[in-house]
């Protein structure tokens, strides 16, 4: 029972263009959502989050959409910049619990 | 100031060997999880205890892993009679509190356990 959805394994996009992740959740009580970039042997890092009171929050590059009524939020990336390539997970969290619910990652490959 | 420390950063192990493995959270934070990612996988939660208790256990995917924490800090996750299927990284994270904006948990290195 995935919660959470990533349904791109993977994504490349050329340096300057953005870049857009997306993510569907069916769990109606989640109540917030982060993204989280990973590199290769180090753990998650914390990226940016929107509380399902909100529709969008941006944060320099990094700008994360939420549609409630479709159950999907995106994050947008722009200008994309090589180091930008990483793994990006999609989380959500909500109801009685404090656990993260994580996708499965999107491969993101910037290209010089 | 430093960030969620994790040891070892590597483990090999032989099937149905013990293992433990250490968390070492941010200072003052009082919520502290386990994730474990498999090859191929998104994360997936183990526990999650706050201060010394684990209200939420539900992750835990058998009878042989055991995890405490003392002291409000560090924790340990414990593995017995390892199987090859436990082979994965092991992620722990920590944050301020459980709610609001203290949603955001700050993830160590890992420990990346291998079962030969």
């Known amino acids: 029972d995935q919660q959470v959805k990533q349904n791109s394994p993977s994504l490349s996009v050329q340096e300057g263009r953005i870049s857009i992740l997306n993510c569907d959740y069916t769990?109606?009580?989640?109540?917030?959502f982060l993204w989280y970039k990973k590199y290769p042997a180090e753990g998650p890092t914390f990226l940016i989050s929107?509380?399902?009171?909100?529709d969008k929050n941006e944060d320099g590059r990094f700008t994360v959409f939420l549609n409630k009524s479709a159950k999907h939020l995106s994050l947008h990336i722009v200008p994309s910049q090589p180091g930008d390539s990483a793994v990006y997970f999609c989380?959500?969290?909500?109801?009685?619990?404090?656990?993260?619910?994580f996708g499965t990652g999107t491969l993101l490959a910037v290209q010089p | 100031g430093a960030g969620v420390s994790q040891s070892p950063s590597n483990k090999v192990t032989e099937k149905g060997k013990d293992v433990e493995l250490r968390c070492d959270p941010i200072?003052?934070?009082?919520?502290l999880y386990w994730y474990r990612q498999s090859l191929g996988q998104g994360l997936e939660f183990l526990i999650y205890?706050?201060?010394?208790?684990?209200?939420?256990k539900s992750g835990l995917p058998s009878d042989r892993f055991s995890a405490e924490r003392t002291g409000g800090s560090v924790s340990t996750l414990t593995i017995q009679r390892t199987q090859q299927e436990d082979s994965a990284v092991y992620l722990c994270?920590?944050?301020?509190?459980?709610?609001?904006?203290?949603?955001?948990?700050?993830f160590g290195p890992g420990t990346r356990l291998t079962v030969t």
């Open positions: 994270a920590s944050s301020l509190a459980g709610g609001g904006s203290s949603y955001e948990q700050y």
């Open positions: 769990n109606s009580m989640f109540d917030y």
């Open positions: 929107i509380s399902s009171i909100k």
């Open positions: 989380a959500a969290i909500g109801g009685a619990t404090n656990k993260l619910i």
């Open positions: 200072s003052g934070h009082t919520a």
């Open positions: 205890f706050q201060g010394n208790s684990a209200p939420d």
